[in-house]
């Protein structure tokens, strides 16, 4: 055991921290500017790192494993990085996952109202309120039809303009699909059976923790920058101890965070489908809570300024809560761990 | 990046596995019952015997000289096999290693690594708790010895240890982080009186106190230089603070292990509270699983001890505090037996934000030495 970043993997994250810190949003307004988007999503396409999940050639692996995944994912949250990554990512493991061939233009997935768990079209159309998420750009998502022994591929087209930029996550925008929209078949090899749907999940937990521990580490970091400047009572606030230990906590619920996440990442490659979903819920569940906690401390740490549109800190919680939600939340990733562990109808968890 | 095995790891474990077999003594949970404290020491002495304790240290003072990942294993495995955890003493080993001269290191380090020799940290008094460094235990030189009057408490496995790590003022005249220094203390001696004290879920063989009258320790037992005290107490807490230190991943794991299994063979006793509090202590025992596979993978890059101790410590304490509530939580489901397992298992967890360190002090320490946040 050496769970260290490899050289090739402590490279890639540098080449993601140099992205991310050229071009992501450095304060609320830059959301608007368009020129500095476009910018950072080419220097993304360039990178490759949407394709990281696409089979190597066809019928066979990932180009990368789902650490190097996690690795950009990490960067891209802690930047705030208004750039498509997740919902390509899991759009490219679905196609692989089905002996689907990759698609040229961009594409995402389409999940539940809620969010848990994946769009299911069943007697041929989807139900309402099912969302195509972190969907800039793409002209379709794709869901699931369900077949006998599984399921198959389909994928639904978005509107071409999904209007204004709103929503939970002011940086990945979902878009609705339209009620009733018919799903176009994707011809794939195989059938998708319950282990891929479970390594897929856990593909897509082990993100989103890696997006959390991102997104915490930039709040934090945003945090004790204010608290070192702003003065009260002829002090900066970060020499007083409430505000301190309110800073000491978020980092220590990040760095646990940091430690599930890398072994869900590790697991969804090195481990059966059935234990990388356990791994996956052990740190979704940990990383959610403790994501909302650290992003409400930034705002509470900000005071006033905190609660006003320009600052940057309810652009992190913003991300943290779609992170939270993406494939189930606290409540069913402990269901999760229960069933893991054999004890079964903990449904009153969800 | 890699969490698994390498060959050499999994031979390792395989022969862990088959000897924990036939070799698990089958203690209660180590804070519950004065039954194990009375085990541990053999169990320590098996381990080491069977070469599974003491892995990373030099072979100079008894160790293995391999690299620190394999403690996790040992932490996996006994959890696996309900086993009790290692024995929690590598901070000393670690403090002794840093400041000891290469005679002290030999005279002392191989019977606390093999468990022949049973020792005690005297650090904290009643007047010096989270201010550790206003201590007033007096150590003066008379000759080639020194002669010591003091009160320590909080002194683990003090009734049972045959050596004191001591710390103590050597000269009242410098500053108080100046003049303090360690000694390594005979404890058999008629200056020396113990005192065991009785902890809230009732044990007593953890915890005394110890009071010095004239107690003599000689020169040659002082461990590094004189007014080194301060810095020895620092390498020593800091290392304290580190779960991968302490092997308690593996009491957690035992735990956690065995509240599951109850709440398995009777699903429908238990509400949804109650196993909510299940549910996030095999969270909470797992994160401290992989955290501390993190961390002893960095000492591949011989990083160890500094700040990061206090982000450790205030995990374990976290993981430790929501086993406690689990065990809590299915206690209550069963209330009017007589077995308070699981409540003493409760209580005994309130102790880890304070021993060690209190939670207090190490987000102190985070705020300051880790986030660089401005001193008041």
């Known amino acids: ?350 | 990046m890699d969490f698994a095995d390498s060959p050499a790891e999994a031979d390792f474990r395989r022969r862990l596995r088959g000897w924990l077999h036939d070799n698990n003594p089958g203690l209660p949970a180590s804070s519950t019952s004065d039954e194990y404290w009375a085990g541990q020491a053999p169990w320590h002495r098996a381990l080491y015997d069977a070469g599974f304790f003491g892995l990373s240290w030099p072979k100079e003072v008894g160790g293995r000289e391999l690299p620190a990942v394999y403690d996790v294993i040992v932490d996996e495995e006994l959890a696996r096999a309900g086993a009790p955890p290692r024995p929690s003493l590598g901070y000393l080993v670690q403090g002794i290693l840093r400041h000891g001269s290469d005679d002290v290191r030999r005279r002392f380090l191989p019977g606390i690594v093999d468990g022949r020799e049973r020792w005690c940290q005297g650090f904290s008094e009643p007047d010096a708790g989270s201010d550790l460094a206003s201590l007033t235990t007096r150590a003066a030189p008379a000759g080639d010895e020194y002669v010591v009057h003091g009160h320590k408490v909080w002194t683990s496995y003090s009734d049972a240890a045959d050596w004191c790590l001591l710390l103590a003022r050597t000269d009242p005249d410098a500053p108080k982080h100046r003049g303090l220094s360690a000694f390594a203390v005979p404890m058999p001696q008629p200056g020396i009186e113990q005192r065991p004290l009785r902890m809230i879920n009732g044990i007593t063989k953890e915890f005394g106190e110890v009071l010095f009258d004239g107690a003599r320790v000689p020169a040659a037992n002082m461990i590094g230089e004189p007014g080194e005290g301060w810095a020895l107490a620092m390498t020593v807490v800091s290392h304290e603070r580190e779960p991968g230190e302490l092997g308690y991943v593996a009491r957690y794991a035992k735990v956690v292990n065995e509240l599951a299994g109850t709440v398995r063979e009777e699903p429908g006793r238990f509400g949804t509270e109650q196993v909510r509090d299940l549910a996030w202590a095999m969270v909470e025992a797992e994160m401290l699983r992989l955290h501390v596979c993190r961390r002893l993978s960095d000492r591949l890059d011989g990083r160890s001890g500094g700040p990061e101790g206090s982000v450790d410590k205030l995990l374990m304490t976290e993981a430790e505090q929501a086993v406690g509530h689990a065990a809590l939580a299915l206690d209550g489901a069963g209330r009017g037996g007589g077995d308070d397992t699981w409540l003493n298992v409760y209580l005994y967890s309130r102790a880890q934000s304070v021993m060690g360190g209190t939670s207090q002090i190490q987000r102190n320490l985070v705020a300051g030495r880790v986030l660089g946040l401005p001193s008041s």
Not at chain 1, 52 to 77: C, D, M, T
């Open chain 1, 1 to 350: 055991m050496d769970v260290r970043l490899s050289p090739e993997q402590r490279a890639l994250r540098d080449s993601a921290i140099q992205v991310v810190d050229r071009l992501a949003p450095a304060a609320v307004r830059d959301l608007d500017d368009a020129e500095r988007t476009a910018k950072l999503d080419a220097a993304v396409e360039a990178s490759g790192w949407r394709e990281l999940r696409s089979a190597s050639s066809p019928g066979l692996g990932p180009l990368a494993s789902a650490v190097e995944a996690a690795i950009v994912a990490e960067e891209l949250g802690r930047g705030l990085a208004d750039v498509a990554f997740l919902g390509p990512t899991l759009a490219a493991e679905l196609r692989r996952l089905a002996g689907a061939p990759p698609t040229a233009s961009r594409e995402t997935v389409a999940l539940a109202p809620d969010l848990s768990a994946p769009a299911c079209a069943t007697g041929g159309g989807l139900g309402p309120g099912a969302v195509a998420v972190d969907a800039r750009d793409s002209g379709a998502a794709l869901v699931l039809v369900p077949l006998a022994g599984g399921h198959a591929l389909a994928g639904v087209a978005l509107p071409v303009a999904p209007g204004p930029a709103g929503g939970m996550d002011l940086t990945r925008p979902g878009v609705p699909v339209a009620r009733g929209a018919t799903p176009v078949g994707v011809a794939g090899e195989r059938t998708l059976g319950p282990a891929d749907l479970q390594a897929w999940t856990a593909l897509g937990l082990g993100l989103a923790c890696a997006d959390l521990v991102g997104t915490m580490a930039g709040a934090i970091r945003l945090a004790c920058d204010y608290a070192g400047s702003r003065r009260q009572f002829g002090a900066a606030i970060g020499s007083f101890q409430a505000v301190q230990h309110l800073l000491a906590d978020a980092y220590v619920a990040m760095e646990g965070s940091r430690s599930v996440a890398l072994y869900a990442a590790w697991a969804v490659d090195a481990l059966p489908a059935a234990e990388a979903l356990a791994a996956a819920a052990v740190a979704k569940a940990y990383c959610a809570r403790a994501a909302r906690t650290v992003c409400e401390a930034a705002i509470q740490v900000h005071g006033g300024i905190g609660n006003t549109w320009d600052c940057l800190a309810h652009v992190y919680l913003r991300r943290a809560l779609l992170s939270i939600d993406l494939l189930g939340g606290v409540g069913p990733s402990l269901a999760r761990v229960l069933e893991h562990h054999g004890i079964g109808g903990s449904d009153g968890l969800r």
